[in-house]
């Protein structure tokens, strides 16, 4: 869900698909001092969804109705693995946005998709 603070308060972000892109890819468990390490690297493409970035509109008796609009696109991380720090965020290659559900929205898309919110959150 977008903060309060933000200008769509009412959105909500959520990842509709993984992909695990080619065969590059390898997962292994080590022990390390009798302790077991799990270490991986993938390349994945990420699915999104927004929903709730709709337009307000009045009809003719004056009652505001919320058009629900939903936007979708795809973040590509070429190397996910064990070693970033959390918060931080993994490498992104590619970001797109397919389907966009309103107009207007690039600045929260990049804010909230892009740059942070849903894209800190992997």
């Not at 977008?2 to 009412?10: I, L, T, V």
């Not at 390390?32 to 390349?43: D, S």
Request: glycine share 12%; hydrophobic share 35%.
């Amino acid at each position: 869900k977008f903060p309060e603070s933000s200008p769509a308060p009412n959105a909500v972000a959520s990842i509709t698909k993984v992909k695990l892109l080619g065969d590059a890819g390898h997962a292994s468990v080590a022990t390390v001092r009798g302790k077991k390490r799990y270490i991986y690297e993938y390349a994945l493409e990420v699915s999104w969804k927004v929903t709730g970035l709709g337009s307000s509109s009045s009809d003719d008796s004056g009652d505001n109705n919320e058009k629900e609009s939903t936007t979708k696109g795809t973040m590509t991380f070429p190397d996910v693995d064990g070693t970033c720090v959390v918060g931080e965020g993994y490498d992104m290659v590619e970001y797109s946005v397919d389907q966009m559900g309103a107009a207007g929205i690039t600045p929260l898309l990049d804010r909230f998709i892009k740059n942070g919110g849903l894209r800190d959150a992997l």
